[in-house]
């Protein structure tokens, strides 16, 4: 059985899409919604819609991806608009990414998330590392705690962060202090991209994406140790709240480490977008698979039960 309730929705299943993969039209959010994920969550959405950046901007390796969209998105309108036509009472809970251009823009779209009092989970984006000239707000903890204190204050429910992957034990403790420091958090999300990696074409001796001379947010395969270590972390510092694992889930083993690393639930990017959905439902049955060799019955039974030596 791997269902899951946690902040009031409930899960048949842990997966969801990792935000930014097949989720920016209401068709690619049809076809979640329709495949065997527990949950889906919208593109991160800005003020106004955006282009993006130039092409290419994402690109598939032997290990992972690189990426560089530029948020890329149809604006909060839409998003919020397709909430509300959602059947929340049915369907497989919905989650919705805000990643404002500016304090200001954040603090506009939460304002209006709160007035639709719609049953859906916010995940606010403090760490998009495509946007050339902008920094990651997760990297400026005190930024991050100013952001998280006025957008508590507009809105009024429990929402979640996602964040850039650290490095270090310091780092670690600085965003926990500041997450801690705000009861509004329900859940963080670990881990987005690693920022501005750089993947080189031999053969070409090119770099394989446009944007920024070919810096990319990597994922996949790479980022799985890092993932865990943030995953591991949070939840450990941050007892009460939800963590949501992300990064290098490709299989029914990789789910199985985020949750005994101490995540709720997690979300699949780059595999979900090198294989399309089909591979929530492999990676579904693969972990109701290895649960059942180790012989535990849910999800509850090694959540956070990681042994150290
Ligand atoms: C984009 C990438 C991210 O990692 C993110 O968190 C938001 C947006 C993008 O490039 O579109």
Known sequence: DLAVAWLGIQMDNPLINASGVMCRTVEELEALRHSAAGALITKSCTLEPRKGNPEPRYASTALGSINSMGLPNAGYRYYLDYAR?????????????????????NLEMMAAFDEAALPVLVELNLSCPNLPGKPQIGYDFEASARLLAEVSKVYRRPFGVKLPPYFDPVHFGEMADVLDGCPSIGFVTCINSIGNGLVIDLERESVVIRPKDGLGGIGGDYVLPTALANVREFARRLPGRHVIGCGGI????????????????????????EEGPACLTRIRDELVCLMQDKGYRTLADFRGCLRTL
């Open 85 to 105: 036509r959602y059947d929340h009472e049915h369907d497989k809970p919905l989650l919705m990414s805000v990643s404002g251009m500016s304090l200001e823009d």
């Open 250 to 273: 490709r299989s029914g083993r990789e789910a199985f480490m985020h949750i005994l690393a101490g995540a709720t639930v997690v979300q699949v990017g780059t595999c979900l977008y």
